[in-house]
């Protein structure tokens, strides 16, 4: 079976990550090793566009989240500057990427003869500032459209029937949703667009001169793709917009070929005219290749702007929580997800306001709480949360009677304030305890066999150990926190593979037997606790997490968006 040694001598592969905040690169060499990583900070390296945190919040609308579409395109140029020095872009044999999910681009009418044509002697931002029929991209932050959801799901009848056709019920943040959004709101920017793309699938089209495909995997976040047969459905096109799949172009297998690399890239940076684009895929799919999920039982999460849970299935059971896309690296599987837009952003806000904006402090405040923080708990909502469906808004409890058996005894009672280091913990454990329910409720192992960690908090052992006791499980984590532009990397040299072989093999011929001499391994983190004392904690965990379920159910039909 074709494998790693496959791969040419000498030969690089090339992933990046349009995140929300940066956009980064990861180069792997043939023998799977990483020899060259860069980034580009949106704020502080590209400060004239103004965003914080790479996005622009409407002063008018809380709910209203979104980034400059040129601003990714000025990234791309100086990103690729950066990377110069560093590798020989005429060793690339294959580029692939990550790009964050939900977000979309509008290609206004005339674009594709622009795109198709670029002068290696331009940047690509002068070249394109003038390409989009609206220069503001929606994002996964964005939960403006509560109206437009509710109107998609009743068209097809009803929520559970959306889920099942699409793999999830309409979310604010997916494409379809915001898509019908603007053919209400700006009908003259929709009837101007010729092509809408997925920010992944827009960064492929800038690297190949043409509009690349949206890949299954990432087109399954729009509320818009028949999960089964892997095609658009008509239903659910017609509920969203008039003629909109002629605006969405093609869909294509994740490990296939987007084209090869235009040529404007070939004379501005040295690429070979033969370098593959493989299609780009969302973040989350690119993580869990690059974090090399491949066994059922396995759970990963991701601690970033977003938190993410998701873990691997051959079948597909969607329900009214949580996502089912296709598996990114093995065409007849699937991933199952929960997002979370309360990430790292939300604990930061809690490190500033209680630990003198110092991890440091932040990390002792949490080591000297003991677990469980004595039956405080906290929702902490500094954005609109996906799930559950809350709005801003902070909400604080005491919880009694940790030490009896069961949930019915527990009272809880809401309160102002916590103190710091309670404070700490409580969105450490809330976030983790949630995580946790609601994984189990949509399914997923409980116990997992195992915790992979990435994004930037895992690098945080004081919150991974949290993570261990409420889950019980042991936590692994990778050599490095950028999983998605690691997993485009990989994902480069799959499709380049694929390519090669003319048919689909799987992923793990790449780095069987030899993970760790790749840098794809990971690393025991926090064993899982196995005396008496662990196994009680883990139990009075479980009963604190039903408490917090019930809690949240309670708050959603009180204050939810429906």
């Given at each position: 079976?074709?494998?790693?040694?496959?791969?040419?001598?000498?030969?690089?592969?090339?992933?990046?990550?349009?995140s929300t905040?940066?956009l980064?690169?990861?180069v792997?060499?043939?023998?799977?090793?990483?020899?060259?990583?860069?980034?580009v900070n949106?704020?502080?390296?590209?400060?004239?566009y103004?965003?914080?945190?790479?996005?622009?919040?409407?002063?008018?609308?809380?709910?209203?989240?979104?980034?400059?579409?040129?601003?990714?395109?000025?990234?791309?140029?100086?990103?690729?500057?950066?990377?110069?020095?560093?590798?020989?872009?005429?060793?690339?044999?294959?580029?692939?990427?990550?790009?964050?999910?939900?977000?979309?681009?509008?290609?206004?009418?005339?674009?594709?003869a622009?795109?198709?044509?670029?002068?290696?002697?331009?940047?690509?931002?002068?070249?394109?500032?003038?390409?989009?029929?609206?220069?503001?991209?929606?994002?996964w932050?964005?939960?403006?459209?509560?109206?437009?959801?509710?109107?998609?799901?009743?068209?097809?009848?009803?929520?559970?029937?959306?889920?099942?056709?699409?793999?999830?019920?309409?979310?604010?943040?997916?494409?379809?949703?915001?898509?019908?959004?603007?053919y209400?709101?700006?009908?003259?920017?929709?009837?101007?667009?010729?092509?809408?793309?997925l920010?992944?699938?827009?960064?492929?089209?800038?690297l190949?001169?043409?509009?690349?495909?949206?890949?299954?995997?990432?087109?399954?976040?729009?509320?818009?793709?028949?999960?089964?047969?892997?095609?658009?459905?008509?239903?659910?096109?017609?509920?969203?917009?008039?003629?909109?799949?002629?605006?969405?172009?093609?869909?294509?297998?994740?490990?296939?070929?987007a084209?090869?690399?235009a040529?404007?890239?070939?004379?501005?940076?040295?690429?070979?005219?033969?370098?593959?684009?493989?299609?780009?895929?969302?973040?989350?799919?690119?993580?869990?290749?690059?974090?090399?999920?491949?066994?059922?039982?396995?759970?990963?999460?991701?601690?970033?702007?977003?938190?993410?849970?998701?873990?691997i299935?051959t079948?597909?059971?969607?329900?009214?929580?949580?996502?089912?896309?296709?598996?990114?690296?093995?065409?007849?599987?699937?991933?199952v997800?929960?997002?979370?837009?309360?990430?790292?952003?939300?604990?930061?806000?809690?490190?500033?306001r209680?630990?003198d904006?110092?991890?440091?402090?932040?990390?002792?405040?949490?080591?000297?709480?003991?677990?469980?923080?004595?039956?405080?708990?906290?929702?902490?909502?500094?954005?609109?949360?996906?799930?559950?469906?809350?709005?801003?808004?902070f909400?604080?409890?005491?919880?009694?009677?940790?030490?009896?058996?069961?949930?019915?005894?527990?009272?809880?009672?809401?309160?102002?304030?916590?103190?710091?280091?309670?404070?700490?913990?409580?969105?450490?454990?809330?976030?983790?305890?949630?995580?946790?329910?609601?994984?189990?409720?949509?399914g997923?192992?409980?116990?997992?066999?195992?915790?992979?960690?990435?994004?930037?908090?895992?690098?945080?052992?004081?919150?991974?150990?949290?993570?261990?006791?409420?889950?019980?499980?042991?936590?692994?984590?990778?050599?490095?926190p950028?999983?998605?532009?690691?997993?485009?990397?990989?994902?480069?040299?799959?499709?380049?593979?694929?390519?090669?072989?003319?048919?689909?093999?799987?992923?793990?011929?790449?780095?069987?037997?030899?993970?760790?001499?790749?840098?794809?391994?990971s690393?025991?983190?926090?064993?899982?606790?196995?005396?008496e004392?662990?196994?009680?904690?883990?139990?009075?965990?479980?009963?604190?997490?039903?408490?917090?379920?019930?809690?949240?159910?309670?708050l959603?039909?009180?204050?939810?968006?429906?």
């Amino acid at each position: 079976m074709a494998g790693r040694d496959s791969l040419p001598e000498g030969s690089l592969f090339l992933g990046l990550d349009s995140s929300t905040q940066s956009l980064k690169a990861t180069v792997l060499n043939n023998e799977l090793t990483i020899v060259a990583s860069e980034i580009v900070n949106f704020d502080s390296e590209l400060p004239h566009y103004k965003t914080e945190g790479g996005v622009y919040r409407d002063p008018a609308d809380d709910r209203h989240i979104f980034s400059p579409t040129i601003m990714w395109v000025e990234a791309l140029d100086v990103l690729l500057e950066k990377l110069k020095p560093k590798i020989n872009f005429g060793k690339v044999v294959a580029v692939s990427g990550s790009g964050q999910q939900h977000g979309s681009v509008y290609w206004k009418k005339g674009s594709h003869a622009v795109l198709s044509s670029l002068d290696a002697s331009k940047s690509l931002l002068s070249q394109l500032k003038d390409a989009f029929s609206t220069m503001n991209s929606p994002l996964w932050m964005d939960s403006s459209t509560t109206k437009q959801c509710r109107e998609i799901e009743n068209a097809v009848g009803g929520a559970l029937e959306l889920a099942k056709l699409t793999g999830s019920r309409a979310y604010e943040r997916f494409t379809g949703p915001q898509i019908r959004k603007i053919y209400q709101t700006e009908p003259d920017v929709y009837e101007d667009t010729e092509r809408i793309s997925l920010v992944s699938s827009f960064m492929a089209s800038i690297l190949v001169g043409s509009y690349a495909s949206i890949d299954e995997t990432d087109g399954a976040g729009m509320n818009l793709m028949d999960i089964k047969q892997r095609i658009w459905s008509k239903s659910a096109l017609e509920a969203t917009a008039p003629g909109l799949e002629a605006k969405l172009g093609n869909l294509a297998p994740a490990y296939s070929a987007a084209g090869r690399i235009a040529p404007y890239f070939v004379e501005r940076f040295q690429f070979d005219k033969n370098c593959l684009v493989i299609q780009w895929s969302g973040d989350n799919p690119n993580s869990l290749a690059g974090l090399t999920l491949n066994t059922p039982g396995d759970l990963a999460i991701s601690l970033g702007t977003s938190d993410t849970v998701f873990g691997i299935t051959t079948e597909a059971k969607p329900s009214l929580e949580g996502h089912v896309f296709p598996n990114p690296v093995e065409p007849n599987g699937y991933m199952v997800m929960l997002c979370y837009k309360n990430g790292s952003l939300t604990r930061e806000d809690v490190r500033n306001r209680c630990a003198d904006k110092s991890w440091d402090v932040f990390n002792s405040y949490l080591e000297k709480t003991p677990p469980l923080n004595g039956g405080k708990i906290g929702f902490y909502y500094k954005d609109h949360e996906i799930l559950p469906p809350l709005p801003v808004g902070f909400h604080r409890y005491t919880v009694e009677n940790l030490n009896d058996v069961s949930s019915d005894a527990l009272l809880e009672r809401e309160v102002e304030e916590l103190d710091p280091p309670s404070e700490v913990r409580a969105i450490i454990e809330g976030q983790m305890l949630s995580m946790r329910g609601h994984a189990e409720r949509f399914g997923m192992p409980n116990p997992p066999k195992r915790i992979i960690a990435t994004g930037g908090a895992s690098s945080n052992e004081s919150i991974l150990k949290s993570v261990a006791q409420i889950f019980g499980c042991p936590v692994f984590t990778v050599q490095r926190p950028d999983s998605a532009s690691l997993g485009a990397a990989l994902r480069a040299a799959h499709g380049w593979l694929c390519n090669a072989q003319g048919s689909f093999v799987p992923i793990s011929c790449l780095y069987q037997g030899n993970l760790e001499k790749t840098s794809l391994g990971s690393k025991l983190a926090v064993p899982a606790g196995d005396k008496e004392q662990d196994r009680e904690l883990l139990q009075k965990y479980t009963i604190l997490m039903r408490k917090r379920m019930e809690i949240e159910r309670r708050l959603v039909e009180k204050i939810g968006r429906s």
